[in-house]
Every structure is written in structure tokens, then in C-alpha cells.
T-cell receptor, first 113, second 116 residues
């Protein structure tokens, strides 16, 4: 079983729609949960960063973490064509033996004007 | 503030040649990571450093790959000899936290490597 599972999509929505992106994971030790946005031919850009469970909102973006279900989500409200990109979830845990940092495979999103 | 800086941005070389990729992490960051991204396998962690010391290179695919971090502001990833299957985008990322602490990473723009 992979550490992090993410539906690759592709996902196509009309402008203004609410977008829901999700990841599941298996390691209960994960404490840090991140969403990265990657435009074509660019590096991943940190979008949201959450520690432990709960919600975090930043403008049109909301990140949710449910540690009991091992499930994280990213919601995009009023989606715009400029949101068209690949979204990668990532999660990590502190460890005495070294870095425990895992990425999902990414979900490709297209917002149609 | 300048983010993570990588050079070159594009590299085209012939099979068998040596390739050196360079990275300057964000000033003050404590850990540095090298990744490779391909369509088939997504992002793969190759090696990471904590306070300039290599911690885990188990992701390095073969002995042809080597990485160094001589000081806190510079790291290199070398491939010698290069092969066509090494063609990928190579990313460097740095984190303000120790590599043992987890936490967020900040990525550079990547080097797109093509080996003919």
C-alpha cells in the first residue's frame, strides 16, 4: 500500500465551480499536511500548510485534515482559469531516523472559462 | 526574498557525458532535498541533507548519481555517465526545519535534463 493515495484525475470544471481535491494516507504518524500547486513546466509551489487536524482557510482555498479517517482535502471556491494546474498533496512526520516526507501523485485540474 | 535557485534551467547532453546540476537553497534553511520528476513516476526523493550532511541517499537510482553540499548555500547533483533514462526534471527544495522534523519544503524552478 502506498503511503499517500491521490486520484490523478484529470478533473475539469466550469469557472466559478467549487473544486474538491482529496488524499488518503496510511501512516498515522503524519503530523504536517501540505498542498502544492504546480503549473506546467514550473516547480511545485506551497499553497497550504496545516499542522495536525482541523481546517485552514486562505482566500478561496480551504484545507481540511481528518486524522481519524486519514483523509485530507483541499477546497477551491469560485474556481478561476488561473487555478488550472496540478495539485499535489504532501505529508510528513518527525522522525529520529530521518525525513518522512511523502507526496501524492498529483491531480490535474482544468477550469474552463 | 529570493527563493531556491537552480541552474541550469535546461540541459541537453549526449549519453555518456557528465552532468552537474546546481542549487542554492533559501538562506537560513537547514535542510535540502533533491527530487526527480517524470510523468511515469511523479516526484521521487533522491537524497537529502541536514545542516549540509547527507542523511539518506537511498533514493539515488545508481552509483552514477552523486550529490554534495560543501556549505549551507550550495549543493550539486552530478550524473556521470548520463543515460537517456535520466531525462527528467530535477528539483531542489529546502526547508527551514531540520530534516528530522518534517514540515514544509520550498521548491526551486527545476532543471529540465534531456540526455540524447
Amino acid at each position: 500500500q502506498k503511503e499517500v493515495e491521490q486520484d490523478p484525475g484529470p478533473l475539469s470544471v466550469p469557472e466559478g465551480a467549487i473544486v474538491s481535491l482529496n488524499c488518503t494516507y496510511s501512516n498515522s504518524a503524519f503530523q504536517y499536511f501540505m498542498w502544492y500547486r504546480q503549473y506546467s513546466r514550473k516547480g511545485p509551489e506551497l499553497l497550504m500548510y496545516t499542522y495536525s487536524s482541523g481546517n485552514k482557510e486562505d482566500g478561496r482555498f480551504t484545507a481540511q485534515v481528518d486524522k481519524s479517517s486519514k483523509y485530507i482535502s483541499l477546497f477551491i471556491r469560485d474556481s478561476q482559469p488561473s487555478d488550472s494546474a496540478t495539485y499535489l498533496c504532501a505529508m510528513s512526520a518527525a522522525s529520529n531516523t530521518g525525513n518522512q516526507f511523502y507526496f501524492g501523485t498529483g491531480t490535474s485540474l482544468t477550469v474552463i472559462p | 526574498d529570493a527563493g531556491v535557485i537552480q541552474s541550469p534551467r535546461h540541459e541537453v547532453t549526449e549519453m555518456g557525458q557528465e552532468v552537474t546540476l546546481r542549487c542554492k537553497p533559501i538562506s537560513g534553511h537547514n535542510s535540502l532535498f533533491w527530487y526527480r520528476q517524470t510523468m511515469m513516476r511523479g516526484l521521487e526523493l533522491l537524497i537529502y541533507f541536514n545542516n549540509n550532511v547527507p542523511i539518506d541517499d537511498s533514493g539515488m537510482p545508481e552509483d552514477r548519481f552523486s550529490a554534495k553540499m560543501p556549505n549551507a548555500s550550495f549543493s550539486t547533483l552530478k550524473i556521470q555517465p548520463s543515460e537517456p533514462r535520466d531525462s527528467a526534471v530535477y528539483f531542489c527544495a529546502s526547508s527551514p526545519l531540520s530534516a528530522y522534523a518534517g514540515g514544509e519544503q520550498f521548491f526551486g524552478p527545476g532543471t529540465r535534463l534531456t540526455v540524447l
